[in-house]
C-alpha cells in the first residue's frame, strides 16, 4: 500500500502526531460507543475517562472517527463532543467507511472499521468493550459481524471484555478458530461473556501479564503469520452482573427484535437499549467500568509493544 495514496485522508491530532514522532505507545479507541453505544453525558464521560486512564498509564490515546471526510486518528475535547451529542452520524462499517469518505460525510466507527483507521495510521492495539460476533441464528440469518474478519486480516490486538453477551459466543470462537485468531484471556482460562465474567467456553490460552500479550503479539507478527490477537480481559468482580438476570435480558430482547424484524447494523444498538432498560441501567453501569478496565489493560500492554 502507498501512504502517498491515502494519506491526504488522514488527520492526527497534536497529541497524537507527538506521540509517533517519539515512537511513543500508542492505544486506539473506537468512537460508535460514543455516538450509538451510550446515551449522553454518560458517553464523552466514558470517552474522556478511558483516555485518561491510557495517559495514566503510560501511553497516548487515539479515538477514531470521520469527521467532514477526514479520517479522524485522534480527536480534539471538541471533536469528542460532537461525536457525542450529532445526531448526524452514520454508525460506519467498512462497506460504509469510503462512501462517508468521500461525501464528507461524518461516521463512527465500529470494530472493524476503527481496525482500518488504525492499519492506516500504523497503530499496534485497540481498546473497546465487546467485539461482534456471530449472532444468534446465524445459521437462518448468516448475520455476522465484520469485526472478525477485520480483526483476521490485519496485525493488530484488541482488548475486549470477550464478544457482546448478546451474540452466539461458542460460534464466535468457532469462526475465530477457522480464521486463525489466537484468543487469550487475561489471568482466566475462560471467555468473559462481556457483562459476567466467565462464559463456558475456554479461550485458546491464558495470558498472565501484560509484558507476556505483547511478547505474543510480536512474535506472530515477526513470524509473518497475519492477522490479529483478540486479548479477552474479563469485567472486574465487583461490575459483573447477575448471569441468570442478564441472559433473561437478553431473551427478551431477541424475541422483541425478531417480532420487529430488526436485522442488521441495528441490532446490537436494539438489544442494548432493550437490557439497559430491562437491567433498570445497571447494564450501562457494568459497560463502562469494562471499558474502563480494557483502556488499562491495553495501555499496559502497548507499553511493550512499542519497545
Given at each position: 500500500m502507498?501512504?502517498?495514496?491515502?494519506?491526504?485522508?488522514?488527520?492526527?491530532?497534536?497529541?497524537?502526531?507527538?506521540?509517533?514522532?517519539?515512537?511513543?505507545?500508542?492505544?486506539?479507541?473506537?468512537?460508535?460507543?460514543?455516538?450509538?453505544?451510550?446515551?449522553?453525558?454518560?458517553?464523552?464521560?466514558?470517552?474522556?475517562?478511558?483516555?485518561?486512564?491510557?495517559?495514566?498509564?503510560?501511553?497516548?490515546?487515539?479515538?477514531?472517527?470521520?469527521?467532514?471526510?477526514?479520517?479522524?486518528?485522534?480527536?480534539?475535547?471538541?471533536?469528542?463532543?460532537?461525536?457525542?451529542?450529532?445526531?448526524?452520524?452514520?454508525?460506519?462499517?467498512?462497506?460504509?467507511?469510503?462512501?462517508?469518505?468521500?461525501?464528507?460525510?461524518?461516521?463512527?466507527?465500529?470494530?472493524?472499521?476503527?481496525?482500518?483507521?488504525?492499519?492506516?495510521?500504523?497503530?499496534?492495539?485497540?481498546?473497546?468493550?465487546?467485539?461482534?460476533?456471530?449472532?444468534?441464528?446465524?445459521?437462518?440469518?448468516?448475520?455476522?459481524?465484520?469485526?472478525?474478519?477485520?480483526?483476521?486480516?490485519n496485525?493488530?490486538?484488541?482488548?475486549?471484555?470477550?464478544?457482546?453477551s448478546?451474540?452466539d459466543?461458542?460460534?464466535?470462537?468457532?469462526?475465530?478458530?477457522?480464521?486463525?485468531?489466537?484468543?487469550?484471556?487475561y489471568?482466566?482460562?475462560?471467555?468473559?461473556?462481556?457483562?459476567?465474567?466467565k462464559s463456558?467456553?475456554?479461550?485458546?490460552?491464558?495470558?498472565?501479564?501484560?509484558?507476556?500479550?505483547?511478547?505474543?503479539?510480536?512474535?506472530?507478527w515477526?513470524?509473518?503469520?497475519?492477522?490479529?490477537?483478540?486479548?479477552?480481559?474479563?469485567?472486574?468482580?465487583?461490575?459483573?452482573?447477575?448471569?441468570?438476570k442478564?441472559?433473561?435480558?437478553?431473551?427478551?430482547?431477541?424475541?422483541?427484535?425478531d417480532?420487529?424484524?430488526?436485522?442488521?447494523?441495528?441490532?446490537?444498538?436494539?438489544?442494548?437499549?432493550?437490557?439497559?432498560?430491562?437491567?433498570?441501567?445497571?447494564?450501562l453501569?457494568?459497560?463502562?467500568?469494562?471499558?474502563?478496565?480494557?483502556?488499562?489493560?491495553?495501555?499496559?500492554?502497548?507499553?511493550?509493544?512499542?519497545?
Open positions: 502507498n501512504f502517498d495514496n491515502y494519506k491526504k485522508y488522514l488527520e492526527f491530532n497534536d497529541e497524537v502526531k507527538k506521540a509517533m514522532e517519539e515512537n511513543k505507545p500508542i492505544v486506539a479507541l473506537e468512537s460508535t460507543i460514543i455516538s450509538h453505544g451510550m446515551p449522553y453525558p454518560q458517553n464523552i464521560e466514558t470517552a474522556k475517562a478511558c483516555e485518561e486512564i491510557i495517559r495514566q498509564n503510560g501511553a497516548v490515546p487515539a479515538t477514531t472517527a470521520i469527521i467532514n471526510g477526514k479520517i479522524k486518528i485522534g480527536l480534539t475535547e471538541e471533536e469528542l463532543e460532537f461525536m457525542a451529542t450529532s445526531k448526524d452520524i452514520i454508525k460506519t462499517s467498512r462497506r460504509d467507511f469510503a462512501y462517508i469518505v468521500s461525501k464528507k460525510l461524518n461516521g463512527a466507527t465500529t470494530v472493524a472499521s476503527t481496525i482500518i483507521a488504525a492499519r492506516l495510521a500504523g497503530l499496534k492495539i485497540f481498546v473497546t468493550g465487546g467485539l461482534g460476533g456471530v449472532h444468534r441464528n446465524a445459521e437462518v440469518t448468516f448475520d455476522i459481524s465484520r469485526d472478525l474478519e477485520e480483526l483476521a486480516s496485525e493488530i490486538m484488541i482488548v475486549c471484555a470477550g464478544c457482546k448478546i451474540l459466543i461458542g460460534l464466535t470462537l468457532e469462526y475465530l478458530e477457522t480464521k486463525g485468531v489466537p484468543v487469550f484471556g489471568q482466566t482460562e475462560y471467555m468473559p461473556a462481556f457483562f459476567t465474567r463456558d467456553f475456554k479461550v485458546d490460552y491464558k495470558i498472565n501479564d501484560p509484558k507476556e500479550a505483547a511478547e505474543a503479539a510480536l512474535t506472530q515477526n513470524l509473518g503469520l497475519k492477522g490479529g490477537i483478540l486479548l479477552t480481559n474479563p469485567i472486574p468482580e465487583k461490575d459483573s452482573m447477575d448471569k441468570e442478564i441472559d433473561k435480558a437478553i431473551e427478551l430482547a431477541l424475541k422483541e427484535a417480532e420487529k424484524n430488526i436485522h442488521g447494523k441495528e441490532t446490537t444498538p436494539f438489544l442494548l437499549t432493550k437490557v439497559l432498560e430491562a437491567t433498570e441501567g445497571k447494564s453501569e457494568a459497560n463502562i467500568a469494562l471499558v474502563k478496565n480494557n483502556a488499562k489493560l491495553g495501555a499496559e500492554v502497548a507499553k511493550y509493544l512499542y519497545e
